[in-house]
């Protein structure tokens, strides 16, 4: 069972950035690839974005082209999220997951880390 721990939340203003990190246990044939996920209080889960382990290639969400960032480090079996022009839109519980493809459904992943809280103020 692979097992994620995020970290880097926090509270910002509007246009500040925050970098979230994910650290997995493994990486595996059941961890190919990680994504982050956001859920904002009252809606679905939301993809923001994924990239896959041995080959960094990455894909991301409509809302957060050009301005998130994903990388890994395979070395530590860390990923990163890199938030830049962060908007009061983008608060929510930011999940990361692990996923045996590159995917950007929640269906597709099979273990989820406790999240990590981001709030952008106006």
């Known amino acids: 069972q692979v097992q994620l721990v995020e970290s880097g939340g926090g509270l910002v203003q509007a246009g500040d950035s925050l970098r979230l990190s994910c650290a997995a246990s493994?990486?595996?044939?059941?961890?190919?690839?990680v994504g982050w996920f956001r859920q904002a209080p009252g809606k679905q889960r939301e993809f923001v974005a994924a990239?896959?382990?041995?080959?960094?290639?990455?894909v991301y969400g409509n809302p957060v082209k050009g301005r998130f960032t994903i990388s890994r480090d395979n070395a530590k079996n860390t990923v990163y999220l890199q938030m830049n022009s962060l908007k009061p839109e983008d608060t929510a519980v930011y999940h990361c997951?692990?996923?045996?493809?590159?995917?950007?459904?929640?269906?597709?992943?099979?273990?989820w880390g406790q999240g990590t809280q981001v709030t952008v103020s106006s």
């Open positions: 997951a692990s996923a045996r493809t590159l995917a950007t459904m929640t269906y597709e992943y099979d273990y």
């Open positions: 493994e990486r595996t044939f059941t961890s190919t690839a």
């Open positions: 990239i896959r382990w041995s080959t960094g290639i990455t």
